[in-house]
């Protein structure tokens, strides 16, 4: 990481540290424009530094409004650059089906699709390198062939392409919702319905930024369609068929419904179920794509492929039924 002080000296001029002196203009400047006219940075990556809590003023956390003024103290840390080079990982893969177009994969819990900020190794996509002789070149470099994603914590199936036509003719399928995907969860309570459709827009929460909501200024259309399975004393087990693929599209639907998915640490957080008799408690979103249907973007065949629920998910019905 890189770290750079400036000093504020007087109202039209500025001593930094590490930096040449520059004039600005003589009122009291806005912390995010002030630091983007030091630095060089656009002002967008310095708001994302100040609410990454990378930008101190005098030791504090302030607001990217905020006015600057004479003898503030500034200090900014920049991050390094995630490396740009995809590493091929020996990881275990579960291949569920393969040929020179595509590959599908059922995904267990605990890894990310592709690398991101604070997973840079031991992601699917590296694990992929390491057996397939190639993948799609769109999505490079951190995205070769990726055309839809599992959050961390969900495990099931997941389809990938190796070259660019067949790249393309997925991205057109999900988008023209030719595919189908269902899910098996576990959500906390008891749903009174047996069957029904949640249709609520989704977007970035108003009051999280990392976080999705059905509160929120500019919402995309989400559907969710579900059916119960089995009903416990505090929990339903219910199969799921999203018609839109929104960022964490069923965990905030259901978390909506005051039944959000059992184990979900961000939407809900039901991570553990007490009775008199027994605790259960659950490590992880008890979310699982089990099936994925489509057609093959060479050859147009109908694929159909279904993954077994984990041993996890099993346990915890085990569990609850008792």
């Not at 995904?107 to 996509?125: D, E, F, N, Q, R």
């Not at 029904?196 to 989704?202: K, Q």
Request: charged fraction near 30%; proline fraction near 5%; aromatic fraction near 6%.
């Amino acid at each position: 990481m890189k770290k750079i002080t400036y000093t504020v000296t007087r109202k039209n001029k500025t001593v930094g540290i590490n930096s040449r002196d520059q004039v600005v203009p003589t009122h009291r400047e806005r912390l995010d424009t002030y630091i983007s006219l030091k630095s060089g940075y656009s002002r967008s990556y310095v708001q994302k530094l100040i609410k990454e809590s990378l930008l101190l003023v005098n030791s504090r956390h302030e607001k990217p409004s905020y006015r600057i003024k004479q003898g503030d103290l500034i200090e900014l840390t920049i991050p390094d650059k995630p490396s740009l080079t995809l590493i091929p990982e020996n990881i275990p893969l579960d291949v569920v089906w393969e040929d020179r177009h595509i590959i599908v994969v059922n995904k267990p819990p605990y890894i990310v699709v592709y690398p991101a900020a604070g997973h840079k190794s031991g992601t699917l996509i590296n694990a992929l390198l390491s057996k397939c002789d190639k993948l799609a070149s769109t999505g490079a470099p951190l995205r070769p062939g990726v055309v839809h994603r599992l959050d961390k914590d969900t495990s099931g199936l997941i389809v990938f392409a190796k070259d660019d036509p067949s790249y393309l003719n997925l991205v057109k399928q999900f988008k023209e919702r030719e595919i189908e995907k269902y899910y098996l969860s576990l959500l906390y309570g008891e749903l009174k319905k047996e069957r029904g459709e949640i249709n609520t827009a989704i977007g970035r929460s108003r009051t999280d930024r990392k976080k999705m909501s059905i509160k929120t200024r500019k919402g995309k259309e989400a559907i969710t369609q579900f059916e119960v399975i089995k009903r416990f004393k505090l929990a339903t087990l219910v199969k799921i068929k999203i018609i839109t693929g929104r960022t964490h599209q069923i965990r905030v639907h259901f978390a909506s419904l005051g039944h959000p998915v059992l184990g979900d640490k961000t939407y809900g957080k039901k991570t553990v179920i007490k009775s008199r008799q027994k605790t259960i408690s659950f490590n992880r979103q008890m979310l699982h794509a089990y099936s994925l249907k489509f057609k093959h973007p060479v050859n147009e065949q109908h694929l159909e492929f279904t993954a077994p629920m984990p041993e996890d998910m099993k346990k915890a019905i085990e569990e609850l039924s008792e």
